[in-house]
């Protein structure tokens, strides 16, 4: 990964490190499963993979890709382009991103209303 520009590297980053997090808010707090509502705990976690995929599919890698552009942009105008501490910022960027992303599936019924 270290030939690839941050914007580059900011759309592969959030988009993988979008299951990890998901597996985790599922394990800790709760996650929306497609067809089965709100879950968590040990038994949501593999399914919250999966939910990852199908709301990847319906739009969501495309959101993830475009904040993960952002932040590696971001890290480009903060930090020297080709070194390391912009690849780790735009890591950081990132994952806040994807982790904004995730929470608000997790909060959605809270943001929308009950669906």
Partial sequence: M???????????????IAF??????????????????????????????????FYGSLGGFVVLAVLGALSGMAANKMRVKESPGARTLTKVLA?????????????????IGPW
């Fill in 2 to 16: 270290k030939n690839i520009p941050n914007p580059g590297l900011g759309v592969i980053w959030a988009i993988a």
């Fill in 20 to 53: 990890p997090l998901t597996a985790l808010c599922a394990l800790l707090f709760r996650f929306p499963l497609p067809l089965a509502g709100y879950r968590s705990g040990p038994s949501a976690v593999p399914a919250s993979l999966l939910a990852v995929l």
């Fill in 95 to 111: 994952t806040a991103a994807a982790g904004l992303v995730v929470l608000t599936l997790a909060l959605l019924d809270k943001i």
